[in-house]
C-alpha cells in the first residue's frame, strides 16, 4: 500500500512522568506514516482524492497538545486513534514520538514509541 510521510514534526508539549516535565515542557518530535492507496490522486491530480498533509499535521498536533500524558505511549496512541477517526481514506498509521530530552542520565540522541494502528484496530479509550 502506497504512505503519505509526515517526518520530524517538531512540538513542544508537558508530557512525562516527572511533575518537572509537566510544569516546564520540553520539545517532541513526531515521525507519522500513512497508509493509504494513492492510485485515485495519482491519476486525477486532485487533493480531493487524497489526504491534506496540512490537516494530517493539524488534527496530530491537536490531539498531542490536549492534555498531559504520563507516557509517550498514550500520547502518540491519542495521535493515532485522532488520524485514524478523522481522515477514512487512511488504513494504517504509524506514529514515532521521540524525546529528545527525557531525563535520563546518559548520552542519547532521543529515546522513543512507534505504534501502528489499522482502522479495525479499537482505539485506546481517553
Known amino acids: 500500500m502506497d504512505r503519505i510521510l509526515i517526518r ?16 516546564e515542557g520540553q520539545p517532541f518530535v513526531l515521525d507519522i506514516t500513512c497508509k493509504l492507496p494513492l492510485e485515485a490522486p495519482c491519476r486525477s491530480d486532485s487533493v480531493e482524492d487524497t489526504v491534506s498533509y496540512a490537516k494530517v499535521v493539524k488534527t496530530a498536533r491537536a490531539a498531542f497538545l490536549l492534555q498531559k500524558y504520563d507516557l509517550l505511549e ?35 540522541d532521543y529515546v522513543a514509541v512507534e505504534l501502528t494502528r489499522a482502522r479495525e484496530d479499537t482505539p485506546c479509550a481517553p
Open 74 to 108: 498514550r500520547a502518540a496512541q491519542a495521535v493515532a486513534d485522532a488520524i485514524l477517526t478523522q481522515f477514512p481514506r487512511i488504513a494504517e498509521v504509524t506514529v514515532c514520538l521521540k524525546k529528545p530530552f527525557a531525563p535520563i542520565q546518559a548520552d542519547f
Open 8 to 23: 520530524g514534526l517538531r512540538l513542544y508539549a508537558y508530557h512525562g512522568v516527572n511533575p518537572e516535565e509537566k510544569q
